[in-house]
């Protein structure tokens, strides 16, 4: 018999009364959700239902009960991506993903003058691979692309040939570094 008290608030507990082919298909769904622990009785003929509730033979049976929460068999979580100073990412920063899959690969783009280094947060890691493709999610998760300046860049923005009173041949060159 159902016992309503047993459920509380957002517990994820299902007990049931049933008959026939509803209760062997109840347990049927909840053995292959991974949920049998969490029925608490199902009863799966008349002569058991009127035992339980006391119904005599000669009374009309006409009941079915069933109260609790169900959960749903396959959750899904969140996976969110987070770009740090110095780059942006390209492919879905915010997704919702089942339970045991696999989000969509995020690529984190650096700005100029900087390297990607590492992705952080709710990640096994530090991970280096980028784009990042995070298998098997089972929960929640927010993971962050974190960049670095990348070594100075030398360009060449001014060069003369100049011809010294001694007849030497001097190259003078104005050479810019940028982070």
Avoid at 94 to 104: C, E, K
Avoid at 117 to 135: I, K, Q, Y
Avoid at 165 to 178: F, I, R
Wanted: hydrophobic residues 40%.
């Amino acid at each position: 018999m159902s016992r309503p008290s047993d459920l509380q608030g957002s517990q994820t507990e299902f007990s049931a009364v049933h008959s026939g082919l509803v209760a062997a298909n109840l347990i049927d769904y909840c053995a292959s959700a991974g949920l049998a622990s969490k029925v608490y009785e199902s009863i799966s003929d008349a002569a058991g239902l009127r035992a339980k509730l006391g119904i005599a033979d000669d009374q009309v049976l006409e009941l079915a009960v069933s109260v609790g929460a169900m959960p749903n068999p396959t959750p899904s979580y969140s996976v969110s991506f987070s770009a740090g100073t110095g780059g942006s990412l390209t492919g879905s920063a915010s997704q919702s993903v089942p339970l045991g899959a696999d989000a969509a690969s995020v690529t984190a783009v650096p700005a100029p003058g900087f390297g990607f280094l590492r992705w952080t947060g709710t990640v096994a890691g530090p991970r280096f691979d980028n784009p990042l493709v995070v298998r098997n999610v089972v929960g929640n998760m927010a993971i962050a692309a974190e960049f670095e300046p990348s070594d100075a860049t030398l360009s060449v923005e001014d060069a003369s040939v100049v011809e010294a009173d001694d007849g030497a041949v001097n190259l003078q060159v104005t050479v810019t570094s940028t982070p």
